[in-house]
């Protein structure tokens, strides 16, 4: 038998595992092998020593390690954005209150006569603009009721908003559009300032968030091969 498996075996036995080689086979080997047996002897009067030895000290690092973490950012209350929100459920109940009344037959200066008495186009465009503006409606309310849903609904309300306010100033220069209809914007527009200002806060946090943990990453404070230098110099 090799000594290295022989050696491997009675590593084994130490530790209380079984070998690759039987028992008697391996005390037969310890019994012909001087050089085993010496191996064997040391081996088994240091086990107990790394055993029961105790483990080396590790300095606490727990405030380094925090003071070089980024700082968390700073969340806003419930009552953050209240007065928006407020601000918001008005003009959520405003719009759907014009699509109201637009099913009751009010056009709000769009087609200059009630839309009962138009056909084809004209009834189905006009229905349009009510589907429109109760949708519209809903979604401030939604938003004022969900703050984080603004952020979806800002992107389609405000390239909505940018395409009609060329349509209206290319219609108000032609005479093609009534006071009363442009008055009829205004409560979107300003929805669309609302949802923005619901927006830029969190905005704003993201990206102070991400400031403070790329100046974290940067910062002069330890970093993970200080603390583990220090660790080993500890252990030393």
């Not at 000594?3 to 070998?19: M, P, Q």
């Not at 300095?59 to 007065?83: M, S």
């Not at 918001?88 to 009344?101: E, K, Y």
Request: with cysteine; charged share 15%; hydrophobic share 45%.
């Amino acid at each position: 038998m090799k000594c290295s498996v022989a050696r491997e075996s009675l590593s084994a036995r130490l530790d209380g595992e079984a070998g690759p080689v039987p028992a008697a086979r391996l005390d037969e080997h310890l019994t012909q092998c001087p050089p085993c047996r010496r191996w064997y002897a040391t081996a088994t009067a240091l086990t107990p020593e790394h055993r029961l030895a105790p483990a080396p000290p590790v300095p606490d690092l727990t405030e380094r390690i925090l003071a070089a973490a980024p700082a968390a950012p700073r969340r806003r209350g419930p009552a953050a954005g209240f007065g928006i929100r407020v601000l918001l459920v008005l003009v959520g109940i405003g719009q759907l209150a014009m699509g109201a009344a637009q099913l009751g037959g009010f056009d709000f200066g769009m087609t200059g006569t009630h839309a009962g008495h138009q056909a084809g186009p004209a009834v189905h465009l006009f229905n349009e603009s009510t589907a429109w503006t109760l949708a519209l409606g809903a979604g401030f309310l939604t938003a004022a009721w969900r703050p984080r849903s603004a952020t979806v609904l800002l992107p389609v309300v405000g390239v909505f908003v940018m395409i009609l306010s060329g349509f209206v100033v290319v219609d108000w220069f032609q005479d093609r559009v009534t006071v009363e209809r442009l008055a009829s914007h205004s409560p979107v527009a300003l929805g669309t300032v609302l949802l923005l200002s619901l927006c830029v806060p969190a905005w704003w946090d993201a990206l102070r968030a991400r400031r403070a943990t790329a100046s974290g990453t940067v910062a002069t404070g330890p970093g993970r091969s200080d603390i583990g230098t220090s660790v080993q110099d500890s252990a030393a």
